[in-house]
């Protein structure tokens, strides 16, 4: 069964900081990217930030110098470190994972349970 377990969020006041996790299950044995976005009340879901199997970095405008994506390949684990953390930041963030469970099987989009941040001014 394919799992990406997240963690790391929680309450901040304005300028400080978190550092999310999702650790994605074995049994996606071939991932092409990984990445996390989110979803605020009321709008739509938006790319935070991705990177690709082969280090290539994707930040949305309003994350660029302020968040840092990094990932373990050895441990199917992406993380996301977020600093200057502002109001507009707070949303439920979810981790995304492009990748197939074997070379015969197609590559499908999993979804993490969603984990929430809340920035206080």
């Known amino acids: 069964q394919v799992q990406l377990v997240e963690s790391g969020g929680g309450l901040v006041q304005a300028g400080g900081s978190l550092r999310l996790s999702c650790a994605a299950s074995?049994?996606?044995?071939?991932?092409?990217?990984m990445g996390w976005y989110r979803q605020a009340p009321g709008k739509q879901r938006e790319l935070v930030a991705t990177v690709t199997s082969g280090g290539i970095i994707n930040y949305a405008d309003s994350v660029k110098g302020r968040f840092t994506i990094s990932r373990d390949n050895a441990k199917n684990t992406v993380y996301l470190q977020m600093n200057s953390l502002k109001p507009e930041d707070t949303a439920v963030y979810y981790c995304?994972?492009?990748?197939?469970?074997?070379?015969?099987?197609?590559?499908?989009?999993?979804w993490g349970q969603g984990t929430q941040v809340t920035v206080s001014s």
């Open positions: 995304n994972v492009q990748g197939k469970r074997g070379t015969f099987y197609s590559t499908r989009s999993y």
């Open positions: 074995e049994s996606i044995s071939i991932i092409s990217a």
